[in-house]
């Protein structure tokens, strides 16, 4: 499984950006997705995550300003930020939890795109 993520740039605050994750197989529609960041000396956090029901979380700093969501036949998945904040500055990553018979579930991550908010 490979995850590309891309979207990723330099936006004013109050600006938008979709990030964009590709999945090599069409994992998408049947296992957990989700976006994770992480800030200059802060640890990882969830921003966002959606699983193969269609339940979907948000870290609580961002919700009702960013949105996950996912195309299966495209086998990607996005996250569509909008009123961005100077905080919200990061390295954004996504991930995919694979549940496979016997094997259990295995993460995979994505390279990572670069979010900076600054005017």
């Known amino acids: 499984v490979q995850l590309q993520a891309s979207g990723g740039g330099l936006v004013q605050p109050g600006g938008s950006l979709r990030l964009s994750c590709v999945a090599s197989g069409s994992i998408v529609s049947d296992n957990t997705m989700a976006w994770y960041r992480q800030a200059p000396g802060k640890q990882r956090e969830l921003v966002a995550d959606i699983s193969s029901g269609g339940r979907i979380n948000y870290l609580h700093s961002v919700r009702g300003r960013f949105s996950i969501s996912r195309d299966n036949a495209k086998n990607t998945v996005y996250l569509q930020m909008n009123s961005l904040k100077p905080e919200d500055t990061a390295v954004y990553y996504c991930?995919?939890?694979?549940?496979?018979?016997?094997?259990?579930?295995?993460?995979?991550w994505g390279q990572g795109t670069q979010v900076t908010v600054s005017s």
């Open positions: 991930s995919a939890d694979v549940v496979r018979p016997i094997m259990g579930v295995t993460t995979y």
